[in-house]
């Protein structure tokens, strides 16, 4: 797989999960948008909300929507919805995820410019409701059919804000091939995970890639932990707990696949959005690896033969196996914008069966909403029923906003330290302690 090809994997076949990578990747450009949105002269206009007299209006024959999808993903949708609305014209722009797309639309909206709709997510939530820059959906119907994380994912000050139809639940890819080989099925506990990479190993297979970050295999260790003895990321950033604390169990348990060298520490710098891993895994030479939904079509394409799946991270005891992931981003309306009436036509539109469907099939997507049941590839079956029943966990929409781009940046480097044996697990938990109060004073 060449290189351009990975990079239009990240971009545009997938663009839209909100992956480690990806939240990483932006962070620096939301932050950059949410200073230009906080220069807004008309940071103080008040909030619209109440849609009785906004319906009763009649919509604008031009809607503009700036997207982030790739346009053939979203074409169709727009197509579909202006033949059931032949008055209303979509007017569709477009810029990837990675690296402009917060940055242009904050452009946009301090210049007076922003669209009717757009894309409302972890990088610019916050700064978007502060400066007043988005429509208050809370009684809209059509809000009702998101999935529980979804709509906590679009809400903020108890409202909602905004319409998320998909989800991501990423966990261990597993050649089901060197399975059998060595006469194993799919761990249910971490214990079992590890005797199997060590059965790999034997047999000269690397048993396992998680990159250089936290992967989708330590986000679902904590996850998993923090379920069975009813933790929550809130005591860690209000001073009731630490990381030193909540994170010494499943980080000693994590770093038993580097410290006891089942895992050879110059996997890290094999880039996990680069066609190589994906080979090595298509061509049987790695035989299991964190990640999510968005690298099986690359899997297939590599090796359309491969017998391979998904399944959840096995937890540290049985029966508590859980995976990571996150809701996709959501769309939402321009609180200043000149089409309200057609702008909530269109989101209502994005809501329903016909839509989701076609959106579905068109993005890759696990669709979550709870009004209709889209396909997906049997490799990621048990993904998506995890994604649509909410049961995931990631760092990256569960600590709080303000510090969540900084601190994943923390997180990431420390995790290469470990990987590559330069701190322990204490260490670790310790420079993530630190680092929280320093981003917090």
Request: hydrophobic residues 45%.
């Amino acid at each position: 797989m060449s290189e351009k090809k990975s990079e239009n994997t990240a971009n545009d076949t997938l663009s839209s999960p909100l992956s480690r990578r990806r939240f990483l990747a932006l962070g620096a450009a939301g932050a950059a948008g949410a200073a230009l949105i906080a220069a807004s002269p008309s940071a103080s206009a008040g909030v619209r909300s109440g849609v009785t007299n906004v319906r009763e209006s009649t919509p604008s024959s031009t809607l503009s929507f700036f997207s982030w999808d790739p346009i053939p993903v979203m074409q169709p949708i727009v197509n579909l919805f202006q033949r059931h609305n032949p008055s209303i014209t979509v007017e569709m722009s477009r810029v990837p995820p990675i690296p402009n797309y917060i940055s242009t639309l904050s452009t946009r909206l301090l210049a007076g410019i922003g669209p009717d709709v757009f894309i409302y997510t972890v990088e610019n939530k916050t700064a978007l409701n502060k400066y007043n820059y988005v429509y208050d959906l809370t009684n809209e119907p059509f809000v009702k059919v998101m999935a529980a994380n979804n709509r906590n994912f679009m809400s903020f000050n108890n409202k909602v804000w905004g319409l998320s139809v998909a989800a991501w639940a990423g966990g261990i890819y597993y050649n089901k091939a060197l399975l059998a080989k060595v006469g194993s099925v799919p761990a249910t506990t971490w214990d079992e995970f590890l005797t199997l990479c060590g059965k790999f190993k034997a047999l000269g297979i690397t048993p396992y890639f998680g990159g250089g970050m936290p992967d989708t295999v330590i986000e679902a260790l904590i996850g998993s932990y923090f379920k069975a003895h009813g933790i929550t990321d809130a005591g860690i950033f209000d001073g009731k707990s630490s990381f030193a604390k909540e994170w010494a169990v499943p980080l000693a348990a994590y770093d038993k696949l580097y410290s006891t060298k089942l895992v050879p520490a110059s996997m890290v710098g094999v880039s996990a959005v680069s066609g190589e891993l994906v080979s090595e895994f298509a061509n049987g030479k790695l035989a299991t690896y964190a990640s999510g939904p968005w690298d099986s079509p690359g899997i297939l394409a590599d090796n359309p033969k491969l017998d391979f799946e998904m399944y959840p991270v096995p937890g540290l005891t049985a029966g508590q196996s859980f995976w990571c992931g996150a809701p996709t981003e959501g769309w939402a309306i321009n609180e200043k914008s000149k089409n309200l009436p057609g702008a909530l036509k269109f989101l209502e539109f994005l809501a329903t069966p016909a839509a989701l469907k076609l959106y579905g099939s068109q993005s890759g997507q696990i669709i979550t909403a709870t009004n209709v049941m889209t396909p997906v590839a049997k490799e990621i079956s048990l993904a998506a029923k995890a994604a649509r029943s909410s049961e995931y966990y990631y760092t990256g929409i569960s600590w709080p906003a303000p510090i969540a781009d900084a601190l994943g940046n923390v997180a990431n480097a420390q995790f290469q330290l470990l990987i590559e044996g330069k701190v322990t697990p204490a260490q670790l938990a310790a420079n993530m302690d630190a680092a929280v109060k320093r981003l917090q004073a």
